[in-house]
Structure formats: C-alpha cells, structure tokens
C-alpha cells in the first residue's frame, strides 16, 4: 500500500485556473517504485502527429500516450505524483486547462509547465513527461 500525502505549506498560494486547483506544491509518497516517462508527445500508434494546430487535440492524445505508457508497468494516471509541462505556446496551453484536467487524471500532483520555443518538430505544441509511484512487486 502506497501512503501519498498532498501538501500546501502556508505562505505558498493555491493555483486555480478555470476553477481547477492545479497542482500539489509538494507530494510525499512512501513505500513505493519509481516510474520515469519520458516527454511525450502527440503521436499515433503509427507515429503520426495528431491535432496539427489544435492543442485541446494533442493534449488529449499525449495524455492517451502516457496512459499506455504507465499501464506497461501496471501503473495509472492516479500514480502520478509529477508532471512537466513543455508547450510552445503558454497561453494556448492554459485556455484549454480543462482538456488537461478531463484527461490527466484528477490527482493532485507537482506541476512545471514552461513555454519553450520550439519542441523536437514544429507540429508539436505540447510535451508531458511525468513520475509516477507504484506499489513495489
């Protein structure tokens, strides 16, 4: 059994967006294993880019990608304890919060999102990678 503890110390405000409280400032979790997923991106099965354009689209299918990828070890989205965020776009990114709150799990994780210039094509407008704690075999 995994003991995971959300923390908001005083002095450090709540941010709310669109009425989402959007993150833990800080997360306990112990026992557990560590699962590292590398930033992922709005590819297909077949490596082909989704959503062209559209960020609610890509959001949607970059959380579809790490679902996959987490339940290949036997973990979920509500196992994540991190997340970072790469967007070329920081506004784009936050209009459409509520894409991210629907498909990126309802738990309360840290959270980085930062605007960069460009991603690895210039198709892409968003990168997660995430931590996530499972239960040890």
Same mark, same amino acid.
């Given at each position: 059994?995994?003991?995971?503890?959300?923390?908001?110390?005083?002095?450090?405000?709540?941010?709310?967006?669109?009425?989402?409280?959007?993150?833990?400032?800080?997360?306990?979790?112990?026992?557990?294993?560590?699962?590292?997923?590398?930033?992922?991106?709005?590819?297909? !099965?077949?490596?082909? &880019? /989704?959503?062209?354009?559209?960020?609610?689209?890509? %959001?949607?299918?970059? @959380?579809?990608? *790490?679902?996959?990828?987490?339940?290949?070890?036997?973990? !979920?989205?509500?196992? &994540? /304890?991190?997340?970072?965020?790469?967007?070329?776009? %920081?506004?784009?990114? @936050?209009?459409? *919060?509520?894409?991210?709150?629907?498909?990126?799990?309802?738990?309360?994780?840290?959270?980085?999102?930062?605007?960069?210039?460009?991603?690895?094509?210039?198709?892409?407008?968003?990168? *997660?990678?995430?931590?996530?704690?499972?239960?040890?075999?």
């Amino acid at each position: 059994m995994i003991e995971r503890e959300n923390v908001f110390p005083p002095g450090l405000p709540k941010r709310i967006v669109q009425g989402h409280l959007l993150y833990a400032p800080v997360v306990t979790v112990v026992p557990g294993r560590l699962v590292f997923v590398s930033g992922i991106l709005s590819r297909n !099965s077949a490596g082909e &880019i /989704v959503g062209k354009g559209d960020m609610a689209a890509q %959001i949607r299918q970059v @959380f579809e990608n *790490i679902k996959t990828a987490l339940a290949a070890v036997g973990a !979920s989205m509500a196992d &994540i /304890v991190k997340r970072q965020v790469f967007t070329t776009d %920081i506004d784009a990114y @936050f209009k459409h *919060i509520d894409v991210h709150m629907a498909h990126g799990g309802d738990n309360l994780s840290t959270s980085t999102a930062v605007e960069v210039r460009r991603l690895s094509h210039p198709d892409f407008l968003i990168e *997660i990678e995430v931590v996530a704690v499972i239960a040890e075999k």
